[in-house]
T-cell receptor, first 115, second 113 residues
Framework: AQSVTQLDSQVPVFEEAPVELRCNYS??????LFWYVQYPNQGLQLLLK??????LVESINGFEAEFNKSQTSFHLRKPSVHISDTAEYFC?????????????FGKGTLLTVNP | DTEVTQTPKHLVMGMTNKKSLKCEQH?????MYWYKQKAKKPPELMFV???????INESVPSRFSPECPNSSLLNLHLHALQPEDSALYLC????????????FGNGTRLTVT
């Protein structure tokens, strides 16, 4: 079985400050890792993904995440946040092998960026 | 703009009504999903279709009935719902089941009175 833990349910920060949203996972097989963002009254949008290759992945809006196999983590970072980054962020994992491909979500982290 | 389109955006229905939620994608994806999301919670998987066949039913009550008429369309038929079924219902699609990222629609906000 696989699971995802998002260590912080809420993260308040000031505009232009750096932010890190933490995500740890457990799985007995190789994994694919994702970060999704959900703005108010909208569906989920894929922010970035790790499938294979380089362990550092970046999105077009300045977020990045690093896959750390030894620490089973996939933390999301941004060096300088904007008010518009206020949203719910979900970390998710699916297995890349075996019979259980199901996408498992963490409980989410609400990022609130204050002026 | 999302490439997965869900209608209606909002729906209010009584416990004796019958209604349907609709989802459409034209990305050539062969896997489609229904999720239920309660406020401040992650999405919960309900159903998965692969190549228009139901492949996963997460023990969802029979008052929810999915249908996949073709590779681009996914419906969720609702009948005799309960107030606790009020939630955001999200449709998603992916190239094939699970092995590629899911693309989500903006959801249907359902209220059962």
């Amino acid at each position: 079985a696989q699971s995802v833990t998002q260590l912080d349910s809420q993260v308040p920060v000031f505009e232009e400050a750096p932010v890190e949203l933490r995500c740890n996972y457990s799985s007995s097989v190789s994994v694919y890792l994702f970060w999704y963002v959900q703005y108010p009254n909208q569906g989920l949008q894929l922010l970035l993904k790790y499938l294979s290759g380089s362990t550092l992945v970046e999105s077009i809006n300045g977020f990045e995440a690093e896959f750390n196999k030894s620490q089973t983590s996939f933390h999301l970072r941004k060096p300088s946040v904007h008010i518009s980054d206020t949203a719910e962020y979900f970390c998710a994992v699916s297995s890349s092998g075996g019979s259980n491909y199901k996408l498992t979500f963490g409980k989410g982290t609400l990022l609130t960026v204050n002026p | 703009d999302t490439e997965v389109t869900q209608t209606p955006k909002h729906l209010v229905m009584g416990m004796t009504n019958k209604k349907s939620l609709k989802c459409e994608q034209h990305m050539g994806h062969r896997a489609m999903y229904w999720y239920k999301q309660k406020a401040k919670k992650p999405p919960e998987l309900m159903f998965v279709y692969s190549y228009e066949k139901l492949s996963i039913n997460e023990s969802v009550p029979s008052r929810f009935s999915p249908e996949c008429p073709n590779s681009s369309l996914l419906n969720l038929h609702l009948h005799a719902l309960q107030p606790e079924d009020s939630a955001l219902y999200l449709c998603a699609s992916s190239l094939q089941v699970w092995n590629s990222p899911l693309h989500f629609g903006n959801g249907t906000r359902l209220t059962v009175t």
